[in-house]
Nanobody, 116 residues
Framework: QVQLVESGGGLVQPGGSLRLSCLASGRNFNNGAMGWYRQAPGKERELVAT???????DYADSVKGRFTISRDKAKNTVYLQMNSLKPEDTALYYC??????????WGQGTQVTVSS
């Protein structure tokens, strides 16, 4: 059974930092992309950051320079280091594992709230 389990969300003040983790299990994910998406209330789910199986990274313009994605293939884990957090970063953050024509899995999400 495939599972993606996120952790690390919480409440943080503006300017603060959080590190999200996503542990994937149930199959081999090394060839595919893993990444993070987010959905704020009343908005569509959007890409935050992804890393391909070959290590190519992609970031939303709104988080470039503040967020960093990393991946430990040996641990089947992807991380999102979030610095200089802003209130507009408040959202439910989802982990995703994707390989074209093969699989597309989602975690259940972890809440990030940026507020003073």
């Amino acid at each position: 059974q495939v599972q993606l389990v996120e952790s690390g969300g919480g409440l943080v003040q503006p300017g603060g930092s959080l590190r999200l983790s996503c542990l994937a299990s149930g199959r081999n994910f090394n060839n595919g992309a893993m990444g993070w998406y987010r959905q704020a209330p009343g908005k569509e789910r959007e890409l935050v950051a992804t890393m391909s199986g070959s290590g190519i990274m992609d970031y939303a313009d709104s988080v470039k320079g503040r967020f960093t994605i990393s991946r430990d293939k040996a641990k089947n884990t992807v991380y999102l280091q979030m610095n200089s957090l802003k209130p507009e970063d408040t959202a439910l953050y989802y982990c995703n594992a994707y390989l074209r024509y093969t699989y597309n899995y989602w975690g259940q999400g972890t809440q990030v709230t940026v507020s003073s």
